[in-house]
């Protein structure tokens, strides 16, 4: 079998099970979520001895040690990784639910419910926690999945899948429900994702040339986030203690995510009173600054901004500064160089924070709130399985719903048009 | 100016008149939508001129009969597009509806609220009526919309883009918030759907081969239905008089409809008590039936079906006839040959009836009623931009609140992680 056809036999195979993950009851999906973390205990040697493999490949090829420690998985990871599949069982199914139900002048009796989208395929690098997590978030909403990890953490990858696939079965789970592609070849991803007939979406979770890589080849429809450009706008009537501690979170509690802050702007009423705290801040943190001619005029170790700066997701102790005229300034520069994942007004004035809200046309927006806050746990939603920058379906963080779609179903008595 | 540029420029200002949009009330739009209304009446003899233009070409060209009824526009139909748009104008407006609002444990209020999508690109073939329903459902929804209609019908569609445009400006609608493609050059339309940072959505309406183009070309997110293979199961506990009545209906009533029958299927134990009267209604009604062995040995006039004609939208007065085993394989070769857009069981069993519902994997699944359903209207929906076979986004009828997309609004008082 050449590949081609391995990728659309796998695709047939999920197609298949996708049918039999509609009949499981939420009572059947959770004991095969609590029977595929015991396999993940169970299995714990096995899984390490696999990560060892991965490791002793990832320093041979000269992984940076930073790579490293996200490949490794270590007693405590593992643990969280069982704990994170006991507490998405916990999770109240979206399978079933009743979106509106209405009865015709006719007697039609019209229901919305959510149902499974069907096949999902996760195409994702690095961390092989991810293995576990996008996996069970597809089981938990009755969805057959296909996972194709990256080269760094393949046996890891493999190890876990295996054991989710044998605690599964051993529970109740359809053959091929989970399905993890054993092929490198990146050849298999672009025919994953070509398969519009047997996948119902593709979600790429990694760096930006993974995620285009897929958009390009997809002709599935693909969930995603490119980048996170997320913005602080200081307002001219900011309290700014808060903007400060806003703008210290934003950027420097965890710079290598998505939803820090990449850019600050300033109104240019403050930016005198702000930018000289905002300096002092950066040295103690070791932010480097690059500011518009404005900002640099205040801040003497800020290095002038490239337009480039603007666009750029830094994931790093880097932050641009922009000193802008007024509210709608502000609004056109994020309108224009965000991502559209997080921005953030630091305001005291009801009228712009409300301006704000309403005209930033990104996934979340905020008011004197960190941007550090777009996350499907602090949202409420329960499990996270990456956040969305698309309008289209899903938008911010993609929690369980947001792995349903929905169907009609419409009772009569023999009415006909 | 080249083409790509011409592209380029109508989706800039797209997206600028996009960021307008969102600034109208609900009673703004409604008046833009009424003076629009308004104009298409003040404007009813320039657009029947140019009617006229279309189809004396047609005519010249060769068009059928039933193409250039489509293309005629009446004063009843242009009365018809006038009701449309206040009809439309007094439906509710999803834009601004509060989807849920919590507050979590750290005091952040997150509110989840719809708001326009942004850019939607309409395109569509034959009937000038969509240029204006189109045209409203975005402009009700505050998105900008970019309209490129069909060759035949391009001198109606321009006389209704204009009536609509000045009869918006004058009631304060945006400047480029309607734009209609005026160049019949196809590489316009691949130009349009690789607009990935103007273009949020693009909805082709028309033939399959349209649509298919534009998924082949499409970098934007496309909203669509190919096409529309819709089964009825008569099952063995059918109540036969109105399993007679529904497949009547639903291959009849409109058989050029993507909600129309194409296929019935028939439990084995009711095949020979069912089939002879829907010969009898066959040949009544003049439709070409084509079946498997089984329905051909009941039915003498039955032409034998090939593997083909299970997936084929005949759009015409042919069904297609399959006697299976029982409900388990009734869903099978549903879920095999349809479309996924609308599928009904006739049956007195509930078990039968709860399974068919829960096992067809279609937008839209009914137990003893007619296909023909699936409509904005019938579903109570209001309007309907066109129906959705995907699973994302949308799925079934699409109507406004399809149009929206939901972004979070976060409140804080200085939150931090």
């Given at each position: 079998m050449n590949l081609h056809e391995t990728i659309r036999l796998i695709g047939d195979q999920a197609l298949t099970a996708s049918r039999k993950m509609v009949r499981l009851s939420t009572k059947k999906k959770n004991a095969i979520l609590n029977a595929m973390a015991d396999a993940i205990d169970q299995q714990r040697d096995l899984i390490k001895e696999a990560n060892s493999q991965d490791l002793a490949l990832g320093r041979a090829n000269g992984l940076s040690s930073a790579m490293l420690d996200r490949l490794a998985l270590t007693d405590a990871r593992i643990g969280n990784m069982i704990?994170?599949?006991?507490?998405?069982?916990?999770?109240?199914d979206p399978v079933g639910k009743k979106i509106w139900k209405r009865t015709r002048p006719n007697g039609l009796a019209i229901?919305?419910?959510?149902?499974?989208?069907?096949?999902?395929?996760?195409?994702?690098?690095?961390?092989?926690?991810?293995?576990s997590d996008a996996a069970v978030l597809c089981i938990k909403t009755s969805n057959a999945v296909i996972l194709r990890g990256g080269k760094e953490a393949f046996h890891s990858n493999l190890a876990i899948a295996r054991a989710l696939q044998e605690g599964g079965a051993s529970a109740g789970l359809p053959n091929h429900a989970l399905q993890f592609i054993e092929t490198l070849d990146r050849e298999a991803v672009r025919e994953l994702v070509q398969l519009e007939d047997r996948v119902d979406?593709?979600?790429?979770?990694?760096?930006?040339?993974?995620?285009?890589?897929?958009?390009?080849?997809?002709?599935?429809?693909?969930?995603?986030?490119?980048?996170?450009?997320?913005?602080?706008?200081?307002?001219?009537?900011?309290?700014?203690?808060?903007?400060?501690?806003?703008?210290?979170?934003?950027?420097c509690q965890r710079p290598g995510v998505c939803n820090a802050m990449e850019t600050l702007l300033v109104h240019q009423d403050v930016a005198s009173a702000f930018l000289p705290a905002l300096g002092l801040l950066a040295a103690?943190?070791?932010?480097?600054?690059?500011?518009?001619?404005?900002?640099?005029?205040?801040?003497?170790?800020?290095?002038?901004?490239?337009?480039?700066?603007?666009?750029?997701?830094?994931?790093?102790?880097?932050?641009?500064?922009?000193?802008?005229?007024?509210?709608?300034?502000?609004?056109?520069?994020?309108?224009?160089?965000s991502s559209h994942h997080s921005d953030a007004i630091v305001t005291s004035d009801a009228r712009n924070a409300k301006k704000f809200l309403k005209e930033v046309d990104s996934a979340a927006v905020y008011v004197n709130a960190s941007t550090r806050?777009?996350?499907?746990?602090e949202f409420g939603m329960g499990a996270e399985m990456g956040i969305s920058t698309d309008k289209l379906h899903a938008r911010g963080p993609m929690g369980l719903e947001e792995l349903t779609t929905y169907k009609y179903l419409v009772s009569g008595t023999g009415q006909v048009r």
């Open positions: 704990k994170g599949i006991r507490d998405v069982a916990l999770l109240p229901e919305k419910k959510r149902v499974p989208l069907g096949v999902i395929a996760i195409i994702y690098e690095s961390r092989p926690n991810v293995t979406v593709v979600i790429p979770r990694g760096g930006e040339s993974l995620i285009r890589a897929v958009v390009e080849n997809a002709r599935v429809p693909v969930l995603k986030h490119y980048k996170g450009v997320c913005h602080v706008f200081v307002d001219a009537s900011a309290d700014m203690d808060k903007a400060l501690a806003i703008a210290e979170n934003a950027k103690r943190q070791k932010v480097e600054l690059r500011g518009c001619k404005a900002a640099c005029s205040i801040l003497p170790a800020c290095k002038p901004a490239t337009e480039a700066d603007w666009s750029t997701e830094y994931l790093d102790l880097i932050l641009s500064v922009r000193v802008v005229k007024d509210l709608k300034a502000a609004i056109t520069h994020i309108n224009t160089y806050f777009t996350d499907g746990g």
